[in-house]
Nanobody, 126 residues
Framework: QVQLVESGGGLVQAGGSLRLSCVAS????????MGWFRQAPGKERDFVAA????????YYADSVKGRFTISRDNAKNTVYMQMNSLKPEDTAVYYC???????????????????WGQGTQVTVST
């Protein structure tokens, strides 16, 4: 069992930056791939970024590529997402997730993850 707690969300102006953190409980964090998803009001929960258990590979949605960076510190049981050049369309609740997707392509799908955090709100104003 893995419990995930996100933090770092808030209100920021367009063009600004935020860093989200997700702390995991348990001693098996380093064996899980980690992902960030987001959900805007009235929309589906969409993939944002993912990182493999070792940190050796990362994946991004096209909409955030070049602006967001996912990273992890297995010694601290924490995954991060640095978000730069934020846009109003980035406004959403951001969720982190832990799982063991059977293949890299599954990292972009909610079904690839077994554990989810409660989410943290990110609001980008114009």
């Amino acid at each position: 069992q893995v419990q995930l707690v996100e933090s770092g969300g808030g209100l920021v102006q367009a063009g600004g930056s935020l860093r989200l953190s997700c702390v995991a409980s348990g001693r098996t964090f380093s064996s899980y791939d980690m992902g960030w998803f987001r959900q805007a009001p009235g929309k589906e929960r969409d993939f944002v970024a993912a990182i493999t258990w070792s940190g050796g590979s990362t994946y991004y949605a096209d909409s955030v590529k070049g602006r967001f960076t996912i990273s992890r510190d297995n010694a601290k049981n924490t995954v991060y997402m640095q978000m730069n050049s934020l846009k109003p369309e980035d406004t959403a609740v951001y969720y982190c997730a832990a799982g063991r997707p059977p293949r890299p392509s599954m990292s972009r799908f909610r079904s690839g993850y077994d554990y989810w955090g409660q989410g943290t709100q990110v609001t980008v104003s114009t």
